[in-house]
T-cell receptor
Framework: DQQVKQNSPSLSVQEGRISILNCDYT??????FLWYKKYPAEGPTFLIS?????DKNEDGRFTVFLNKSAKHLSLHIVPSQPGDSAVYFC??????????FGAGTTVTVRA | NAGVTQTPKFQVLKTGQSMTLQCAQD?????MSWYRQDPGMGLRLIHY???????DQGEVPNGYNVSRSTTEDFPLRLLSAAPSQTSVYFC???????????????FGAGTRLSVL
């Protein structure tokens, strides 16, 4: 049973607007959450992370929000750019190296 | 700046054949792992290693073997390939220095495997 779920397989957004990607998890023991970005024919690359002791982490155009009571996290990309078109994976761990990944959300940024 | 290198990039096997997917990293990372990516399933952990001589099973280990004789290399063996093993395979590594470093895994470009 998947412990990390990304219920939106795809998202289309206009260039310059905000992209919001959502992720839900079931394991309350997860204490570290990450977002990875993947381009076709490449491996995933780390984008941004947040630990369970925080509710927000910001890095340039990317912000991750964590709502522990709802077991929900989201990634905001503002403003969206054409180079942001990729598959985004949400991942979580209990701090022991082993990551549990969601199924991914394909983001398409329209010019 | 090689990072994590996987070979081959593509492979077609017949049912019952065996093969080894190679993975090498040049970052002196202790932790290495293998994932498979299937449509609608995300990445699922097959096997992992926290150092040379130490390996353990992940979420979907059946049909796969691993060994870790050096820090740099972590090959994945399919002993008798089955169509259910058709997938894209990713190798990853991470440092063990701190909680953040442990979780930031560096991935190879993947091996696309088809088993007929």
């Amino acid at each position: 049973d998947q412990q990390v779920k990304q219920n939106s397989p795809s998202l289309s957004v206009q260039e310059g607007r905000i992209s919001i990607l959502n992720c839900d998890y079931t394991n309350s023991m997860f204490d570290y959450f990450l977002w990875y970005k993947k381009y076709p024919a490449e491996g995933p690359t780390f984008l941004i992370s947040i630990s369970s002791i925080k509710d927000k982490n910001e890095d340039g155009r990317f912000t991750v929000f964590l709502n522990k009571s709802a077991k929900h996290l989201s990634l905001h990309i503002v403003p969206s750019q054409p180079g942001d078109s990729a598959v985004y994976f949400c991942a979580a761990s209990v701090g022991d190296y082993k990551l549990s990944f969601g199924a991914g959300t394909t983001v398409t940024v329209r010019a | 700046n090689a990072g994590v290198t996987q070979t081959p990039k593509f492979q077609v096997l017949k049912t019952g054949q065996s093969m080894t997917l190679q993975c090498a990293q040049d970052m002196n990372h202790e932790y290495m792992s293998w994932y498979r990516q299937d449509p609608g399933m995300g990445l699922r952990l097959i096997h992992y290693s926290v150092g040379a001589g130490i390996t353990d099973q992940g979420e979907v280990p059946n049909g796969y073997n691993v060994s870790r004789s050096t820090t740099e290399d972590f090959p994945l063996r399919l002993l008798s390939a089955a169509p259910s093993q058709t997938s894209v395979y990713f190798c990853a590594s991470s440092s063990t220095a701190g909680v953040l470093a442990k979780n930031i895994q560096y991935f190879g470009a993947g091996t696309r495997l088809s088993v007929l």
